[in-house]
């Protein structure tokens, strides 16, 4: 049996030892993981996406393509998260399909603050500094400033990096 001390060190032994897995879990997740930064507004509102994931997408005009899911919880257990990031499943959401030379070909646009829960945009949002190397897919999604659609305003400014599908 142990005595009272050794009993409290034991008990802290053990949150520490907690606390470091899951700071290693955290920083691995990160080395190995996805990341995304920047700007999303709807209705001048601020949103954070904060979790990206790349999936086979639907083939457009004959050419594949991949689907980008941004949202601002986290959808990594997910199957399909674009079908459910479109129905508010994981908060605001920004869904991209995008040919494999980085051209965007869809965007639909989830946003807390707008009336209508789903935008599609394409034509107002482009991508600059596009890669498509070493199994990732980074770049840079923008409208130069607030887009327009169905009477409502949206911006985003977003950089971002994740695991090619």
């Not at 980008?68 to 959401?93: C, I, R």
């Not at 991209?96 to 394409?122: M, N, R, W, Y």
């Not at 999604?141 to 950089?159: I, R």
Request: some cysteine.
């Amino acid at each position: 049996m142990l005595l009272p001390e050794e009993q409290a060190w034991t008990r802290k032994e053990q949150k520490t030892t907690i606390v470091s897995v899951l700071i290693l879990s955290a920083t691995e997740s990160r080395a190995t993981g996805s990341e995304v930064s920047g700007i999303f507004k709807g209705n001048d509102q601020a949103a954070k996406l904060a979790f990206v994931s790349a999936h086979k997408g639907t083939p457009i005009a004959g050419k594949e393509t991949v689907q980008l899911v941004f949202t601002d919880k986290d959808h990594s257990h997910e199957d399909q998260p674009g079908l459910k990031a479109l129905f508010g499943s994981y908060g605001s959401a920004l869904v991209i399909g995008i040919q494999f030379d980085g051209k965007v070909v869809t965007c639909d646009v989830v946003h807390e603050a707008l009336k209508q829960k789903a935008i599609s945009s394409p034509a107002s949002v482009k991508m600059r500094e596009f890669k498509n190397e070493a199994g990732e897919i980074s770049g840079k999604l923008t409208t130069d400033g607030k887009a327009e659609a169905l009477g409502q305003t949206w911006e985003v400014s977003l950089t971002f990096k994740t695991k090619a599908p």
